[in-house]
T-cell receptor
Framework: DAGVIQSPRHEVTEMGQEVTLRCKPISGHNSLFWYRQTMMRGLELLIY????????DSGMPEDRFSAKMPNASFSTLKIQPSEPRDSAVYFC????????????????FGPGTRLLVL | AQTVTQSQPEMSVQEAETVTLSCTYDTSESDYYLFWYKQPPSRQMILVIR??????QNATENRFSVNFQKAAKSFSLKISDSQLGDAAMYFC??????????FGQGTILTVHP
């Protein structure tokens, strides 16, 4: 399996610009997670989807952030407008979600997108 | 809310020796999962080992094993026969039956040749 695929791997942009991060989960996985890693806050969940439906978006910082999952094989995380404090590594992870309550699910992470907002 | 604490910001070990990384967590749940992830300089998050809370037997994966103490809410990682490739940041993580991972602050492991 190809694993979780994220693009771009690196993004440098200027404050105020729109940034779109992309994720392709592992085929057959129906849960998808977006995490952000910063020095100050560590690793934290932004949002996660089950079967393309957002379940928990309490970690989304503010209205500048939005995430979509139009189908089972693709998700985007958009920041508009971007700010320097958004600079971080953004990870996408996916997992299977079993009918028994997901007792066996493990989250597999993509390589991350390193975002720098100048 | 669940919290995960890694009290060792940095640890070091000699090659071929054994090292233990500590992790404690707080939860009111009885069923949950615990994980150790490794993050090398490439930033890739790699699953090292997983423990189901309902299992009393400690998980093992080759040179990696855990000491899971449910009553004490402790979940330490032991790395035996340490190798240079083990050098990385290690994160302890908690998850309820489903949903998000809650991570600790991480421990940087240095392996000396």
């Amino acid at each position: 399996d190809a694993g979780v695929i994220q693009s771009p791997r690196h993004e440098v942009t200027e404050m105020g610009q729109e940034v779109t991060l992309r994720c392709k989960p592992i085929s057959g996985h129906n849960s998808l997670f977006w995490y952000r890693q910063t020095m100050m806050r560590g690793l934290e969940l932004l949002i996660y989807f089950n079967n393309n439906v957002p379940i928990d978006d309490s970690g989304m910082p503010e209205d500048r952030f939005s995430a979509k999952m139009p189908n089972a094989s693709f998700s985007t995380l958009k920041i508009q407008p971007s700010e320097p404090r958004d600079s971080a590594v953004y990870f996408c992870a996916s997992s299977p979600f079993g009918g028994s309550g997901g007792l066996k699910e493990t989250q597999y992470f993509g390589p991350g997108t390193r975002l720098l907002v100048l | 809310a669940q919290t995960v604490t890694q009290s060792q910001p940095e640890m070091s070990v000699q090659e071929a020796e054994t090292v233990t990384l500590s992790c404690t967590y707080d939860t009111s749940e009885s069923d949950y999962y615990l994980f150790w992830y490794k993050q090398p300089p490439s930033r890739q998050m790699i699953l090292v080992i997983r423990q189901e809370a309902y299992k009393q037997q400690n998980a093992t994966e080759n040179r990696f094993s855990v000491n899971f103490q449910k009553a004490a809410k402790s979940f330490s990682l032991k790395i035996s026969d340490s190798q240079l490739g083990d050098a990385a940041m290690y994160f302890c993580a908690y998850r309820r039956l489903y949903g998000k991972l809650t991570f600790g602050q991480g421990t940087i492991l240095t392996v000396h040749p």
